[in-house]
């Protein structure tokens, strides 16, 4: 999926094929799919941490019970498909965010 993004984003901007895709996002103000993925679970943290998603979600991320700097426990995943979920990716996510974006509304 990201190669062929890359690709239409270089026809798009009539880049060369070694154009560096990173700098013509830039360009065009756009995101890549990684990024769109991030910012779609991210939005899923936010509405969960205001309980704003249906209950079929209240078990999905557990809450730290300590003050810590993680504000969600990051489940143990040994599997690299484990490491795929929802749960262990929306909390790695949520946990890279800065504190500025964290407190919004």
């Known amino acids: ?11 798009i901007t009539f880049s060369t094929y070694r154009s560096n895709a990173s700098e013509l996002y830039a360009q065009l103000k756009i995101l890549n799919h990684d990024d769109i993925h991030k910012l779609q679970i991210a939005k899923l943290m936010h509405l969960f941490k205001h309980g704003c998603l249906p209950s079929v979600f209240n078990n999905l991320f557990t809450r730290q019970d300590k003050k810590t700097s993680q504000e969600y426990i990051v489940p143990r995943k040994r599997l690299a ?10 909390v790695k996510v949520w946990e890279s965010l800065g504190q ?6």
């Open 1 to 11: 999926m990201k190669t062929i993004q890359n690709e239409i984003i270089r026809l």
């Open 81 to 90: 498909t484990g490491q795929k979920s929802l749960a262990y990716i929306g």
């Open 100 to 105: 500025n974006l964290k407190v919004q509304p």
